[in-house]
């Protein structure tokens, strides 16, 4: 990963090891089919310029591996609100996470380490299809991506494929998309954010709270875990008929249903993530 010591090794092999045989073999032709060359070689992974302290990244994994032991964190589940104008849903969503900023962030962004997996059914909510950068000028890269998100529909999961322009800043931690084409939905758009949360502030700072990164250093003695919150807003308006009731009300549930399972699996891969032996 090139974040912490050993993550990358240890999301491969939870990757790996997870889907079912034919799942993953079929993950592999469709990776292989749908990324050119090009394509793969401009993947976000290849950062040209570090936007974070590699260091303190690692000193920060070895903190949270650490606490949890004795101290385990957690994570409320995420907290949703949802509003209709002029037939616009607006799916308002915070939630937190054990992790870094940047860590999240980079979960969040970097299609190759995808985190939504279902455990319970041993199944992918989310798989990414292709990956084309537009864009890569510093800190801002434009992408266009292809996903398949598991949609539950009584007995059966489907895969409904989302197709998306990203507008992603690695400084400020803050991601824009709106759809190329996304089924059933006229209107799909949205922005998410990665703010720190100064962890161990009151244990450490005492009386003192810190208004800064480098205040909470100080006060922390360097010993402050630091946790990322997480603000999303969705934007979404499904085609006629399907924007009338009974069919709107069905398809506003489901997508925050999806969208509740999706993040509440990101938050599961936190803690195995801060649970997991680390290579030394």
């Not at 089919?33 to 000193?59: G, I, L, Q, V």
């Not at 409320?76 to 900023?101: D, L, Q, S």
């Not at 979960?107 to 798989?127: A, I, Y």
């Not at 205040?215 to 499904?238: D, H, R, W």
Request: hydrophobic share 30%.
């Amino acid at each position: 990963m090139g974040v912490f010591p050993g993550f990358g090794s240890w999301i491969n092999d939870q990757n790996t090891q997870q889907p079912p045989k034919a799942e993953s073999e079929r993950s592999e032709n469709v990776e292989s089919k749908s990324m050119s060359k090009k394509d793969s070689n401009n993947a976000p992974t290849k950062e040209k310029k570090a936007y974070h302290d590699e260091k303190e990244e690692e000193k920060q994994d070895q903190l949270w591996h650490h606490a949890e032991k004795e101290h385990p964190w957690y994570d409320a589940p995420p907290k949703v609100k949802v509003t209709r104008k002029k037939g616009i849903y607006h799916m308002n969503i915070e939630f937190t996470a054990g992790m870094t900023p940047y860590g999240v962030y980079f979960l969040l962004t970097v299609p190759e380490h995808g985190p939504f997996f279902d455990e319970v059914k041993r199944r992918r909510l989310m798989e990414n299809k292709s990956v084309k950068v537009l864009m890569d000028d510093g800190p801002r890269q434009i992408s266009k991506v292809e996903k398949f998100v598991v949609w539950d529909f009584l007995w059966w999961s489907i895969p409904i494929p989302i197709n998306l322009i990203l507008d992603e800043n690695r400084k400020e931690l803050t991601t824009k998309y709106k759809k190329e084409k996304v089924m059933l939905m006229k209107v799909f758009e949205g922005n998410y954010k990665v703010e720190p949360i100064y962890a161990d502030q009151e244990r450490l700072c005492k009386h003192r709270l810190p208004k800064s990164l480098e205040e909470y250093k100080i006060c922390s003695g360097g010993k402050g875990k630091l946790a990322a919150k997480v603000t999303m807003n969705q934007y979404f308006q499904p085609y006629f008929p399907f924007n009338l009731p009974p069919l709107s009300w069905y398809i506003r549930g489901i997508t925050i249903k999806t969208s509740k399972n999706l993040l509440k699996a990101f938050q599961n891969m936190t803690t195995e993530f801060r649970k997991a032996q680390r290579n030394p």
